[in-house]
């Protein structure tokens, strides 16, 4: 089914990755609304640079540096909105992030509440989050983020990819300007440290024949970001057929866009219902919900358990120390370092062929390569993979990080279990994504950090900003980030948690499964540890352009 979207009155950030259409540079900028006053008088100023979702004719008509803004719970507090429309909202989105750490796995689940608290759980989060709805505030306290602006930057010329656009500075001075003007309390505190403005990120740079350009990897050097889901109404139907492939729910008829409401309130979801929304309906209408993420990757401790485990994996595999390395590698991820799905190319020799054959291996010059390795991750091809055909996990791990985010046909009830004589499951060939399609989210955010021609280690200020859209934190986020990242019973993991992303404290163990004709035994490792740590955020709401406008001219009426 075609559907029709206001585009003009959603926000660009929700529509689009902005990544992907090469903007590289993104900043985070956290402010507090000391009087309902202030608070409009700010929305009603910076809603007028807030890029929509309208489409861009050509590459020319791109803004240098993009404007979107989200609210948390207390910020909707603080601008007096009617009780009414705010008891409507989501129990999650109320009690915010911090008060959901032990479901999210964020802190020590073995703990009781008090415990937690005694022992300052959240110590290694960045000052910012960590003063931020502090108990007993109601909403109203001091440090309370209220509101966020997001900034996200094209490069300043072709021949300087690794210099954001001057307009994100300007950019950046304006919004402090407006915020001061209208007595809005910037809130800094960013950092380990405390001692940064605003959370800036980018993508990860490194040097491609002599100049730093950006890729799409992120600090552990796994190619990340393809399987962003696409939903109805998001794409021009000329670019949907190719887009959808991958992204998409897998259907009988192959693959199909996801309903808009399960990102975008107002729509009918997957179940072809409207999610709940508060009244007045406007207000809600063509916003959603997002969880604001920032995930530390202890990239020394990551290099140091897999180049271990790697010399062990050598010698039982009998293979060369660097194939146990990469292999050990793709098997936690489900892809391969440049992007390359196991599913599809499931060795270690077969991994090096493709590459050859796709112009980014062997002697090829470096910016040749560079671009062949882009289109092919930009292609249905990266993309177009299933797991029903591998039910054993021999090519792709069951516990595998991709796995667990994407369950994509695995989880259909009538998939056959085990492996055929012939290594595949045929009679699967029907699987779809029907059980899956209600857990998608939408994933927008850049990594932060060094480039990769910089040391980096557990302490070094490294990671990816995470946003993570969806029409239902609980249903969506909240669901993947306890049952299939913290969790492992629907890929027959037990306890063990995401090799990844997963908490470590007490499981340490993810298991590579081998082929039985191999005569090789499975591979388990035992020491894996915590290599990605969260240092704080909250959820927001994203609201529609009319929805800021309401807020800005304090008519938000239940009745």
């Known amino acids: 089914m075609t559907r029709t979207l206001n585009l003009n009155d959603i926000q660009g950030n929700v529509t689009r990755a902005y990544g992907r259409y ?8 956290f402010f507090h609304f000391p009087t309902p006053l202030a608070g409009r008088g700010f929305i009603e100023t910076v809603r007028q640079k807030v890029t929509t979702a309208a489409r861009w004719p050509d590459k020319a008509s791109r803004p240098k540096c993009t404007t979107n803004i989200a609210l948390t719970f207390p910020g909707l507090l603080a601008l007096q909105l009617p009780v009414r429309t705010l008891q409507a909202m989501p129990d999650e989105f109320i009690e915010g992030m911090k008060q959901r750490a032990f479901i999210l796995g964020d802190r020590d689940q073995t703990e009781t509440e008090e415990e937690a608290k ?11 989050w960590r003063k931020s709805r502090e108990p007993g505030t109601l909403g109203f306290g001091k440090d309370d983020v209220h509101v966020m602006v997001t900034l996200n930057a094209q490069s300043e010329s072709e021949d300087a990819p690794d210099t954001p656009h001057a307009e994100l500075e300007a950019r950046t001075s304006w919004l402090l300007g407006v915020a001061e003007d209208c007595g809005v309390t910037h809130i800094q505190g960013v950092g380990a440290k405390g001692d940064q403005p605003y959370q800036d990120a980018s993508a990860v740079f490194d040097d491609v024949g002599g100049t730093l350009r950006p ?6 050097g796994f190619t990340d970001g393809i399987g962003n ?7 021009p139907l000329e670019i949907e057929a190719d887009a959808v492939i991958g992204r998409g729910k897998l259907m009988g008829n192959g693959w199909e866009p996801l309903a808009t409401g399960e990102f975008i309130l107002g729509h009918p979801d997957e179940s072809q219902e409207l999610p709940p929304m508060s009244r007045p309906p406007e207000f809600m209408r063509n916003g959603t919900f997002f969880a604001f993420r920032k995930l530390h990757e202890n990239v020394g401790s990551f290099d140091a358990v897999v180049n271990e485990e790697a010399e062990r994996y050598a010698a039982i595999m009998d293979v060369p120390v660097d194939e146990a390395i990469e292999t050990i590698r793709a098997k936690m991820c489900g892809r391969w370092s440049d992007g390359v799905p196991l599913s599809k ?3 270690y020799a077969e991994w090096i062929a493709f590459g050859e054959a796709k112009g980014w291996r062997g002697d090829v010059d470096p910016l040749a390569a560079y671009a062949a390795n882009l289109k092919y991750i930009a292609s249905p091809e990266a993309r177009d993979f299933r797991y029903a055909d591998d039910m054993a996990g021999l090519k792709c791990p069951g516990g595998a990080h991709m796995r667990r ?5 695995y989880l259909d009830p009538l998939n056959a279990a085990g492996v055929s004589d012939s290594g595949a499951q045929p009679e ?3 699987a779809t994504s029907a059980l899956n399609k209600r857990r998608r989210i939408l994933r927008r955010g850049l990594p932060y950090g060094p480039p990769n021609t910089a040391h980096k280690d557990d302490e070094t200020e490294q990671g990816v900003i995470m946003i993570i859209m969806g029409a239902s934190l609980f249903r969506q986020f909240e669901f993947v980030q306890q049952q299939w990242i913290q969790y492992g019973l629907d890929f027959h993991q037990g306890n063990n948690t995401c090799p990844m992303l997963g908490n470590h404290e007490e499981h340490k163990r993810f298991t590579i499964p081998s082929d039985p004709k191999s005569g090789k035994p499975p591979y388990v490792m035992s020491k894996l540890k915590t290599f990605v740590e969260c240092r704080g955020g909250d959820y927001f709401f994203a609201p529609s352009m009319t929805s800021l406008r309401m807020m800005a001219m304090g008519i938000v009426d239940p009745t």
């Open 22 to 29: 090469s903007f590289p540079f993104a900043r985070y900028i």
């Open 118 to 128: 005694a022992q300052d759980w959240d110590s290694h989060w960045d000052p910012i």
């Open 215 to 220: 890729t799409a990897k992120e600090h552990f």
């Open 229 to 235: 889901p696409v939903f109805e109404g998001q794409l």
């Open 345 to 347: 190319v499931p060795t």
């Open 405 to 409: 985010m994407n369950t994509r046909d």
């Open 428 to 430: 699967n060939a029907k």
